[in-house]
């Protein structure tokens, strides 16, 4: 199993629906979750990040955190052709040393269609 | 802005030839990494600082070495690039590990 788990797409979305972006992630103790977006030939922007089960909210975005189900979405309301980009789900992953490690994965591309 | 700058954004290099590529932050963050991605894959972490405290990743190849002579600045030293070395190399701060992760603009590397 991949530490961190996402479909690759790619998710085509009509403009103005609803996208859901799902990720899946291998260590239980996980206590941090990140959403970046990543634009063709650009750095990873961070979008959303969520650290307890429930729901966080941030304009038109959505992330949902599960950690029995060991689960993060990410949804995003009224799609623009301006979220099409690649969408990486990111989860900090505990180590014996002490320090965590950011762990991405291979994301998920995004199409909005006008 | 605050911000974490790369430069140069776009490098071209001769196999071999020793390449360096630098990062600066005005976040004053504790935490700063070096990240390589290739196309359709996830970043890779290489190496990360927690203020002067390096670490280097295990599967980091010894080709690669890192510099942080500051809070501020970090660098990334690339001793004998080979053609797999041709990628994004981003830089990215935190405040702590478990903080989110801000990443530069990155610098796109080419190898001839």
């Known amino acids: 199993q991949k530490e961190v788990e996402q479909n690759s797409g790619p998710l085509s979305v009509p403009e103005g629906a609803i996208a859901s972006l799902n990720c899946t992630y291998s260590?239980?103790?996980?206590?941090?979750f990140f959403w970046y977006r990543q634009y063709s030939g650009k750095s990873p922007e961070l979008i959303m990040f969520?650290?307890?089960?429930g729901d966080k909210e941030d304009g038109r975005f959505t992330a949902q955190l599960n950690k029995a189900s060991q689960y993060v979405s990410l949804l995003i309301r009224d799609s623009q052709p301006s979220d099409s980009a690649t969408y990486l789900c990111?989860?900090?992953?505990?180590?014996?040393?002490?320090?965590?490690?950011?762990?991405f994965g291979t994301g998920t591309r995004l199409t909005i269609i006008p | 802005d605050a911000m974490v700058i790369q430069n140069p954004r776009y490098q071209v290099t001769q196999f071999g030839k020793p390449v360096t590529l630098s990062c600066s932050q005005t976040?004053?963050?504790?935490?700063m990494y070096w990240y390589q991605q290739k196309s359709s894959q996830a970043p890779k972490l290489l190496f990360h600082?927690?203020?002067?405290?390096?670490?280097n990743e295990a599967d980091t190849p010894d080709n690669f070495q890192s510099r942080r002579p500051n809070t501020s600045f970090c660098f990334l030293d690339i001793r004998s690039p080979g053609l797999g070395d041709a990628a994004m190399y981003l830089c990215?701060?935190?405040?702590?590990?478990?903080?989110?992760?801000?990443f530069g603009d990155g610098t796109r590397l080419s190898i001839l």
């Open positions: 990215a701060t935190s405040e702590g590990y478990d903080q989110p992760q801000h």
């Open positions: 260590d239980r103790g996980s206590q941090s």
């Open positions: 969520i650290y307890s089960n």
């Open positions: 990111a989860v900090n992953m505990r180590r014996n040393f002490g320090n965590e490690k950011l762990t």
């Open positions: 976040l004053n963050h504790n935490v």
């Open positions: 600082y927690y203020d002067k405290d390096f670490n």
